[in-house]
């Protein structure tokens, strides 16, 4: 679950090696960029819903920190977590 500034987001594009783009619950579609603590385990695809942190110095980056899987995502919308923005997407 987010903590602080961490919200959720729907990945709409992988742009190569360690960056996606993804649509943010706030709205903004952000670059992202996978740690190297996950980038060769946790594969990350298009439409995977991930919990991303801002960046605090420039707001059209962000962390990506965790990918949720299939059925925890389910579970996360069926539990009314996830907002209409990226219900839709």
């Known amino acids: 679950m987010p903590h602080g500034d ?3 987001g729907i990945v ?3 742009d190569g090696g360690n960056h996606v783009r993804v649509l ?3 709205g903004k579609n952000r670059m992202g960029r996978i ?3 996950m980038k060769y385990r946790v594969w990350i695809e298009k439409d995977d819903l ?3 942190e ?3 110095w420039n707001e059209d980056k962000a962390n ?3 990918r949720y899987r299939g ?3 389910d579970q996360l919308r069926r539990e009314g977590h996830i907002e209409e923005v990226l219900s839709t997407a």
């Open 6 to 8: 961490e919200m959720f």
């Open 12 to 14: 709409t594009r992988h």
């Open 24 to 26: 943010c619950e706030d």
């Open 35 to 37: 740690p190297g603590r």
């Open 50 to 52: 991930v919990l991303v």
């Open 54 to 56: 801002p960046w605090e």
């Open 64 to 66: 990506i920190e965790w």
């Open 71 to 73: 059925r925890d995502a």
